[in-house]
């Protein structure tokens, strides 16, 4: 109990620390660091609170390079592009939910994909303004932050994929 107050304290600290960062009251914290450990990590915690109840599949390449950047930034962007597939197949309860979760190396890019079997969502307007709108456009502002981009690839029968 104690062990998982501590976690989400630390984790609570990091999120305050990247909105700070991001407002430009904080430095980031940048160093080198693996992307894989922080997918399966938030993964792991999205299951272990049992919020996940559909299939995700993880195909992390075990050969990437480490990144420069803040890995607690990094961490938030995975966490938010995880919720937003959940979201996604959440609004679309006929569908058989399933979310894949890359990485991979694209040239000398690290890449993130996170793809979805949720809601058909138009990807022209999925940074515009609204709730999960606003949030995805703080990961595009991470992203940039940190050499990368943010895009969104929608199939308008199989969901969306958003790429890091």
């Known amino acids: 109990m104690v062990g998982t107050v501590l976690t989400k304290a630390e984790r ?3 999120l305050v620390h990247s909105l700070t960062t991001l407002a430009g009251v904080a430095a980031a914290r940048t ?4 992307l894989n450990p922080i997918v399966r990590n938030v993964v792991v915690l999205r299951r272990r609170h049992d919020v996940v109840d559909y299939d995700v599949t993880l195909d992390l390449d075990a ?3 480490e990144i420069l950047g803040d890995p607690s ?3 938030q962007v995975v966490l938010t592009l995880l919720i937003n597939a959940e979201d ?3 609004a679309a309860p006929e569908t058989s939910g399933a979310i894949h979760v890359r990485t991979c190396l694209q040239g000398r890019r690290v890449q993130l994909h996170v793809s979805d079997t949720g809601f058909a969502r138009d990807a022209s307007r999925i940074f515009e303004a609204s709730e999960s709108g606003v949030v995805l456009n703080i990961c595009a502002e991470i992203a940039k932050d940190h050499g990368g981009d943010l895009y969104a690839w929608s199939s308008y029968e199989n ?3 958003l790429t890091l």
């Open 12 to 14: 609570a600290a990091h």
């Open 31 to 34: 160093t080198l660091f693996d």
């Open 63 to 65: 050969n990437l390079p």
């Open 73 to 75: 930034q990094i961490e």
């Open 88 to 90: 996604c197949i959440a």
């Open 159 to 161: 969901g969306a994929t």
